[in-house]
């Protein structure tokens, strides 16, 4: 698990980068970069680390009511 955790950060990193003055065509590879890094953390916590969520017996509904940002829910502002 402590490779999606780094995924997270390099996420972080990334997107913090596209607000940096560059040129379209770079702007637009980097966009490309983060969206197929995304994509493929996604699928990664689908296949790994709900199921594991879900063999500990962990409650998903009930961290989902939690925290709706993770089930795609806006974030307090």
């Known amino acids: 698990m402590q490779a999606l955790i780094s995924e997270h ?6 997107t913090g980068r ?4 560059a040129q379209p065509a770079a702007t637009a590879a980097q966009a490309a970069a983060i969206s ?7 699928a990664k916590e689908d296949s790994l680390l709900l199921p594991a ?4 017996g962990a409650d ?3 961290l989902l009511a939690r925290e709706p940002r993770l089930a795609g829910g806006q974030c307090a502002a």
Do not use: D
């Open 18 to 21: 596209l607000s940096e003055p």
């Open 9 to 14: 950060r390099l996420l972080a990193s990334l």
């Open 53 to 56: 969520l879900e063999r500990s």
């Open 36 to 42: 197929a890094l995304f994509a493929s953390h996604v």
């Open 60 to 62: 998903l509904a009930a």
